[in-house]
């Protein structure tokens, strides 16, 4: 039987982290003793205090459909939290609770980009990005940076990607694969470029705000007054809370954009998970400290990777300042032969560790960085040395 499927998923591209875990799990299930430092997920389990919210919540029969944008007390909670960590001042009618910060930024750049309207991706990039504007119909496009400026664009880069056709600009940080930290004097250095031209928006990505290290402090970009109207900042729960299966995003903006991103919910997915809704009220308002434990070890996990990963000749290791991945440059290796493997690229040098030295990565050509790849310290310390005692073995 045929299979005619839409021309809009036949153009979506398959997640490529999602891929490198399935590729994993096959040779897993083979009898390999594969080592998996591909996903986003911190390793902890949710703090206490948030579950017993959500037992509680359960207990008290909260069963029913939330509304959609979100239950008004948690609404109010976000709030606090917007002016507490960001020195944002959004009132309820502006904020939009969903099922992970996925579906707030899709959600968005379904709301904002019509077909043919480009969006910029600052490279690295999430990967899901440009498949929610291909899925859009927008154009994607990226602005490339590398180790060199420690994976930021400069104001130059921003000012000469810009067209009449640009709508919006996809902002990450702390970033996700690179762990960079842009500061407040950088994003106002880019700030300045979107000034001369009032029809682009801004989408910040905060999702890692409270996993950073070193002392430096995340910058909100709606915190620049110029571009306040015209920014939405997204965060979640999953990374600094250990929450990735309850599956709670939200998002802070514009008022007219929280409603076109209500309504289209509304015909979607309506409000998300009621317990989680609950449990988030307890999160979002708990003080940073309560979660200090995990950033600690994530940091300790931090140093120790980037000191092994040093050791190894052909890496070049960023600092990462946030999130809890490392993404060295391995372009040293492209055009050599491995144990008689010709590596031409990061995807066949992240195929090779999986297969020869049984540890999963990422390719940076995912994230719009062709020279690296993406290692994640979110997984117990003695598999991240095992991990990298193996890849030095595979590369020697
Ligand atoms: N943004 C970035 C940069 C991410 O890394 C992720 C998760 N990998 C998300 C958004 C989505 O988060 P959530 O699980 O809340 O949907």
Redesign the pocket.
């Known amino acids: 039987m045929s299979q005619p499927l839409s021309e809009r998923i036949k153009s979506l591209p398959a997640s490529a982290?999602l891929a490198m875990a399935a590729k994993a799990r096959e040779l897993k299930i083979e009898g390999k003793d594969i080592i998996g430092l591909s996903l986003?997920?911190p390793d902890f389990n949710t703090p206490e205090f948030i579950k017993e919210a959500a037992i509680e919540a359960i207990q008290a029969n909260y069963n029913s459909y939330s509304p959609v944008d979100g239950y008004a007390e948690l609404k109010d909670a976000i709030c606090t939290k917007f002016k507490r960590d960001n020195g944002l001042a959004y009132t309820p009618n502006q904020i939009v609770v969903s099922?992970?910060?996925?579906?707030?930024?899709a959600n968005v750049v379904q709301v904002l980009i019509n077909p043919g309207d480009d969006v910029l991706l600052v490279a690295p990039y999430?990967v899901?990005y440009s498949a929610m504007v291909i899925l859009a119909e927008g154009n994607p496009i990226e602005i490339r940076s590398d180790i060199k400026t420690d994976f930021k664009i400069t104001p130059e880069q921003l000012e000469n990607a810009i067209t009449p056709k640009t709508k919006l600009v996809m902002l990450?940080s702390p970033?996700?694969p690179s762990g960079s930290m842009y500061t407040k004097a950088e994003y106002e250095a880019l700030a300045a470029v979107l000034e001369k031209h009032p029809s682009i928006f801004v989408l910040s990505?905060e999702?890692?705000e409270h996993i950073n290290y070193d002392g430096v402090t995340p910058f909100s970009f709606a915190a620049i007054p110029s571009m306040y109207e015209r920014t939405v900042t997204?965060n979640?729960?999953?990374?600094a809370f250990a929450m990735?299966g309850w599956?709670?995003?939200y998002l802070g903006g514009p008022e007219w954009i929280a409603k076109a991103c209500t309504k289209i919910q509304g015909q979607v997915t309506s409000g998300t998970n009621c317990i989680a809704q609950r449990a988030a009220i307890t999160a979002v308002l708990a003080p940073v400290s309560k979660i200090q434990y995990m950033v600690d070890e994530f940091d300790f996990r931090r140093k120790r990777i980037i000191d092994l990963l040093q050791d190894i000749e052909g890496f070049t290791v960023n600092v990462p300042k946030g999130?809890f991945y490392v993404f060295p440059d391995i372009s040293f290796f492209f055009g050599k032969k491995l144990n008689g493997t010709l590596i031409e690229n990061a995807s066949d040098f992240a195929m090779y560790l999986l297969e020869e030295a049984n540890v999963a990565t990422v390719t940076g050509d995912a994230f719009g960085c062709p020279n690296n790849i993406r290692i994640s310290y979110a997984a117990s310390l003695e598999e991240i040395e095992e991990a990298i005692r193996r890849i030095k073995e595979a590369v020697s």
Request: proline residues 0%; charged residues 20%.
């Open positions: 982290t986003g997920e099922t992970g910060a996925k579906q707030s930024i999430w899901s990450n970033n996700n990505d999702i890692y997204v979640g729960l999953a990374k990735t599956r709670i995003g999130a």
